[in-house]
């Protein structure tokens, strides 16, 4: 046995009981007590494979220098292996590579990765290439090396380098090699290449939970979702392979975005049966799934049950409170949270709940923050902001907001291009849509719907014809129902009947009734009951519960006097059984109080809004309001007496005819 034998077992023995340090100084001390002994290549690499400290490392380091053991290829491995571990050490990487007296497949897989990690992927192709080049004889690369280049390919999206390296891992012998197959899969998933991933799966003999976690996560990055689920079941039948936390990340997704709560139920009770209730990456995402399918006391559940509680977390539950139009929720989990320094997207998500709202002071105390985070050029809450005051009705604040962004998506341009026309100023949503044209994104789908809305309510006629044929002519883009409903409510506001219902006939979208009811609200308007009992038929006819258009066709009868016929709608609504769709206002009174009405409220409780008890509001809303008490003034009367004495003016959005018919309350509200 060799004089450094014995201090090499017995560094190894202190490794393996966990004394790095002294297993450290014991390797750099040598074989010997003197400071001339040399210490062992071997012990040294021992202690520099096991992840030491970088200080400890950098001793180690210099003590192999001045031992003048760096020729020794085992050590010199171990070091590179050391720095491609440590973060930002690239350089010192680089240098112990270049020191190589001789780069085998390990110095390259190593440099190659190190590469990977640190955000250059095109240098750790250019590795791999050097690597086939033969700068160095005899060397091939192996599976790591083969791996790291095709993740590499995936960073980079680029699938005809992955299909290249997918031909070079045939050729090579690696067709049954687990490891490059999964990075071979996920690739494909990265390049948007789904059913290239399932050809290499479906040629694996013996896939792992690793390969099925990345076809499973190929398939949800691709919109795949019935085929992630399928997989999934597929894996639970196969013996000794086993779900982890990524995979039933994906799944979470998958069945989220189906829409899917029954069998996101059950996926959440594998991950309890499994053990995995601690992943940060599993509970956010059934937190998510949960909130995606409007499951929202099931989310708040797993959120409150999370012991680590991140950002993901965090914007996963406000985001499905604001998609489930649970707005007030977000607002007070937000203030719960009290996250001064909370990112970007939870701030638009709740300023997205205040535009919903309509609620300007929550979201001018966001916007407060905003400003106080130094944030104020991040497109996110820039379009949010501009959306909310736009809703709000406070269109030169937005106006504002959008001439100081400094960036501009198309979000941020349609935005403001809905807020111009959603109140009342038509011309300048057509004007902002003609300087998108010219110097900003291309317009989209949603573009378009906006400046057709601001053609509508300002009737004009031709310019919203051309912006119609323009859009497929011009953009390619196929118009949808929401378009139609522009152009039908166009040409109903000009009388323009027959020419709205030939533009119906001819839409893919015939059947649909709310195309129609823009034409029947015409003819109300207009008191025409020849075209009124024409579309109320059709309407009828595609859909016999739809209450609108049985109200419609009777404020048009008793409107022209007929009152006979208006009754015998009355009592046909009421022999199908037809229930009205109820209506919902609110008014926002003070900072901590917002009230919320519909119309199906009862009369007797309205108790809680008489003013000292005299009654005197609810006389109000008898004497100007015929029953069922209307859902505008309930919601004043509400405001007017959570204000007491103060004065204030209410935004009410889309009053309908009775409603604004009510000249005392309504004036004296907008004092």
Known sequence: MPPSAPAQLAVLRLLDSGDLAAAARLAAAGAGPSSSSSPSPVSLAAVLLRHPPPRLGYCLHGRAARAGLLADRYLANALLAFYVRLPRHLTHALRAFDDLPRRDVVAHSSILAAFLRAGMPRRALASLRAMLAGADDDVSPNAHALSAAVKACAVLRDRKAGACLHGSVLVRGFADDGVVLSSLVDMYGHVAAPGDARKVFEEMRAPDGICYTSLISAFVRNDWFEEAVRWFRSM?????????????????????????????????????????????????????????????????????????RNEVSRCALLGGYCQNGEYEKVIALFREMDKEDGDWYSLGTVLRACAGLSSVKPGKEIHCRFLRMAGWRDVVVESALVDLYAKCGAVDYAYSVFEASTVRNTITWNAMIGGFAQNGHGERAINLFNRMVREGPRPDYISFIGVLFACSHTGMVEQGRNYFNSMCKDYGIAPGIEHYNCMVDLFSRVELLEEAEDLINKSPFRNDSSLWADILGASATHSNPDVAERVAKKMMEL???????????????????????????????????VKKEPGMSWVDANRSKLHVCDSNEEVSELDDLNYHGDGTVRQAVHNYWLLPIRTAGIAICAGLIDLRRATRKFHLPELDEAESNCPLLLCQTKK
């Not at 189906?258 to 956010?284: D, F």
């Not at 049985?550 to 009355?570: F, K, M, P, Q, S």
């Open 236 to 308: 639970l039948m196969m013996n000794g392979v086993r779900p982890d936390g990524c995979t039933f990340g994906s799944m979470m997704t998958a069945l989220g975005n189906l829409k899917r709560g029954s069998q996101g139920r059950q996926a959440h009770a594998q991950v309890v049966t499994r053990g995995l209730c601690g992943n940060v990456i599993v509970e956010s995402s059934t937190l998510d799934m949960y909130a995606k399918c409007g499951l929202m006391v099931e989310a708040r559940e797993v959120f409150d049950r999370m012991q680590v």
């Open 543 to 577: 859909e016999p519960q739809y209450h609108l258009s049985y109200i419609l066709l009777e404020n048009v009868y008793r409107t022209v006097g007929r009152w006979e016929d208006a009754l015998e709608i009355r009592r046909l609504m009421e022999s199908r059984k």
